[in-house]
């Protein structure tokens, strides 16, 4: 079993910093891309951003040059630093990876447990 734990979730000013974690446990074998969505109150989840496993990332739009993703793929945990935070920000942000349990397996979709950013002032 594979499991997604995040944190670094709070409250935040408008134009302030926040730093999200998602760790990924268990039986895992590989990990392909990693990646972090949104989803704010009556509206649909959304791509936030995601790293490939070969390094490539790509963001919403809406967080090009406020946010930036990582990987350390020595400790299975992708980060995402939110920078210049505005309250249209504020929503559940959910961890996903694509990871594959053992070899010879196909990879499937995990996600975490989310964690709520809200910036407000």
């Known amino acids: 079993q594979v499991q997604l734990v995040e944190s670094g979730g709070g409250l935040v000013q408008p134009g302030g910093s926040l730093r999200l974690s998602c760790a990924a446990s268990?039986?895992?074998?590989?990990?392909?891309?990693m990646g972090w969505y949104r989803q704010a109150p009556g509206k649909q989840r959304e791509l936030v951003a995601a790293?490939?496993?070969?390094?490539?990332?790509d963001y919403a739009d809406s967080v090009k040059g406020r946010f930036t993703i990582s990987r350390d793929n020595a400790k299975n945990t992708v980060y995402l630093q939110m920078n210049v935070l505005k309250p249209e920000d504020t929503a559940v942000y959910y961890c996903?990876?694509?990871?594959?349990?053992?070899?010879?397996?196909?990879?499937?979709?995990?996600w975490g447990q989310g964690t709520q950013v809200t910036v407000s002032s």
């Open positions: 268990g039986s895992i074998w590989s990990i392909n891309s």
């Open positions: 996903t990876a694509d990871i594959k349990s053992a070899w010879g397996t196909r990879s499937r979709d995990y």
């Open positions: 790293s490939t496993s070969g390094g490539s990332t």
